[in-house]
Antibody, heavy 125, light 109 residues
Framework: EVQLVESGGGLVQPGGSLRLSCAAS????????MSWVRQAPGKGLEWVAN????????YYVDSVKGRFTISRDNAKNSLYLQMNSLRAEDTAVYYC??????????????????WGKGTTVTVSS | EIVLTQSPGTLSLSPGERATLSCRAS???????LAWYQQKPGQAPRLLIY???SRATGIPDRFSGSGSGTDFTLTISRLEPEDFAVYYC??????????FGPGTKVDIK
């Protein structure tokens, strides 16, 4: 079964750090781009960051640039999100998601087809 | 940066009715970059539609997507009780980033 399981969430004070993990199983993890997506309480979805299969390319939403670092360990089938200098507005459920990209009939297709259940991060004093 | 706008914010309908959800982009989007997701309370999002009109694996055929350029539509032909949820459109943009629309909530009238 294809599965993503996040962990590492919790309560942290403003300015603190947290490292999220996402364990992948049931598919060839090293073949896929991976993303982190978050959802603040009662709000919509916000893409946070993604990383290429070999870790050579990483992209971030502007609001987390310089504070968050995405990484992966293909030998351990794991995705990570190191979050530093946390703010109250980072409070959210954080999901990891598998990205799919493929080419057919002159077009590239991009979407996220597998999602974890999420881990909750609360930034509060 | 492309901004996605979804309307209406909330759609109140009865089971068996047709739901039409709109997603509008601030500039033209390739149809192959447009996807729709369903999210129920306390659950992760689920992929419904990719490439603007292709149903994901296991998605019932009452869900259909259409559109091009800046205007895209998700249609649920006959609402089932399990379809009451929030629906998000998403586009893949430059620099390998994704953006989501604010969502449309479909609730029971």
């Amino acid at each position: 079964e294809v599965q993503l399981v996040e962990s590492g969430g919790g309560l942290v004070q403003p300015g603190g750090s947290l490292r999220l993990s996402c364990a992948a199983s049931g598919f060839t993890f090293s073949s896929y781009w991976m993303s982190w997506v978050r959802q603040a309480p009662g709000k919509g979805l916000e893409w946070v960051a993604n990383i290429k299969q070999d870790g050579s390319e990483k992209y971030y939403v502007d609001s987390v640039k310089g504070r968050f670092t995405i990484s992966r360990d293909n030998a351990k089938n794991s995705l990570y999100l190191q979050m530093n200098s946390l703010r109250a507005e980072d409070t959210a459920v954080y999901y990891c998601a598998r990205e799919v990209s493929w080419y057919m009939n002159y077009y590239y297709y991009y979407y996220m087809d597998v999602w974890g259940k999420g881990t909750t991060v609360t930034v509060s004093s | 940066e492309i901004v996605l706008t979804q309307s209406p914010g909330t759609l109140s309908l009865s089971p068996g009715e047709r739901a039409t959800l709109s997603c509008r982009a601030s500039q033209s989007v390739s149809s192959s970059y447009l996807a729709w997701y369903q999210q129920k309370p306390g659950q992760a999002p689920r992929l419904l539609i990719y490439g603007a009109s292709s149903r994901a694996t296991g998605i019932p055929d009452r869900f259909s997507g259409s559109g091009s350029g800046t205007d895209f539509t998700l249609t649920i032909s006959r609402l089932e009780p399990e379809d009451f949820a929030v629906y998000y459109c998403q586009q893949y943009g430059s620099s390998s980033i994704f953006t989501f629309g604010p969502g449309t909530k479909v609730d029971i009238k």
